[in-house]
């Protein structure tokens, strides 16, 4: 199934017994492949083998014995790490995007990739730190929300998100505090039609609904919400391959 991948990327240093081995493994790894890991990256044909097969020579460990991980450095030059011998430091999500997952981003951490063989995708970054101060900021607007005298209809969904986001502030809690945080579209950008790819604007589009929801405009909000719903179960069928075409129209 198409998926999309939240990742954290931990200080090297911060893995303690652990960083002696990722700091051979990255090592080798740009010296192979001439630069770090990248979230765009896609392994052909026989690749990966081929290369598991040299560091296994090269540090002298059985395969099993050799973990991966997604590495980038920071300006500078620091190097930090995502394990994906395990699911702590990489959350998946099948055929759509979470909610409230754009909710730790900004617009600002955009970064999009395209090539000529229609390979192409968008993910975001930020600091861990502001990651977590936006997920803070928007459970105080939730709470701020619901405990308004106003009739509010959404009331519902923001209990839901609500208890969406202290999930996440549970699996965030885990990490060092100097980490980064990436959300990789992944696989579920080849089934928005390239020419609509550049307009895909879900992190805006949910701070939109917030601040329509914080400023008691339900009217609006529940029309956005409408619409951005309408929009992933779209993309989500088209991942599940529930209708002929391949791509978004």
């Given at each position: 199934?198409?998926?999309s991948?939240?990742i ?5 240093d911060s893995f303690?017994?652990k960083?002696e ?8 790894y740009?010296?192979?492949?001439g ?8 392994w052909?044909?026989?690749?990966y083998?081929v290369f598991?097969q040299a560091?296994?020579d090269?540090l002298n460990?059985?395969?099993?014995d050799?973990p991966d991980?997604?590495f980038?450095k ?13 699911s702590?430091?990489?959350f998946?999500?099948?055929n ?8 730790l981003?900004s617009e600002e951490?955009?970064?999009n990739f395209?090539?000529?063989w229609?390979f192409?995708?968008?993910h975001?970054n930020s600091?861990?730190?502001?990651s ?5 900021s928007?459970r105080?607007r939730i ?6 005298e106003?009739?509010?209809?959404l009331k ?9 986001l202290?999930?996440?502030r ?15 579209y992944?696989?579920i950008c080849n089934y ?8 895909e604007?879900s ?9 329509l929801?914080?400023l ?6 529940e029309?956005a919400l409408?619409?951005f719903?309408q ?5 989500g069928?088209?991942?599940t391959?529930s ?5 978004i129209?």
């Amino acid at each position: 199934m198409p998926s999309s991948t939240l990742i954290v990327y931990e200080p090297l240093d911060s893995f303690r017994e652990k960083s002696e081995y990722w700091r051979k493994y990255l090592k080798f790894y740009e010296r192979y492949w001439g630069g770090p890991t990248s979230p765009f990256g896609i392994w052909f044909g026989n690749e990966y083998n081929v290369f598991r097969q040299a560091l296994s020579d090269h540090l002298n460990l059985p395969h099993q014995d050799l973990p991966d991980c997604l590495f980038m450095k920071d300006e500078s030059g620091n190097y930090f790490v995502a394990p994906t011998s395990d699911s702590l430091n990489c959350f998946a999500s099948e055929n759509v995007i979470p909610f409230e997952w754009f909710l730790l981003f900004s617009e600002e951490g955009r970064k999009n990739f395209y090539t000529h063989w229609g390979f192409n995708s968008i993910h975001y970054n930020s600091t861990l730190e502001q990651s977590k101060k936006r997920l803070i900021s928007t459970r105080e607007r939730i709470e701020e929300t619901i405990s308004g005298e106003s009739a509010n209809p959404l009331k519902v969904f923001l209990r839901n998100l609500d208890r969406s986001l202290e999930d996440l502030r549970k699996w965030l809690v885990q990490f060092d505090a100097q980490s980064y945080m990436v959300l990789n579209y992944g696989d579920i950008c080849n089934y928005i039609h390239p020419y609509t790819l550049k307009n895909e604007n879900s992190v805006t589009e949910v701070a939109r609904i917030l601040e329509l929801i914080s400023l008691s405009d339900f009217g609006e909000a529940e029309l956005a919400l409408k619409v951005f719903f309408q929009k992933w179960e779209d993309i989500g069928t088209k991942c599940t391959g529930s209708t002929e075409d391949s791509r978004i129209q």
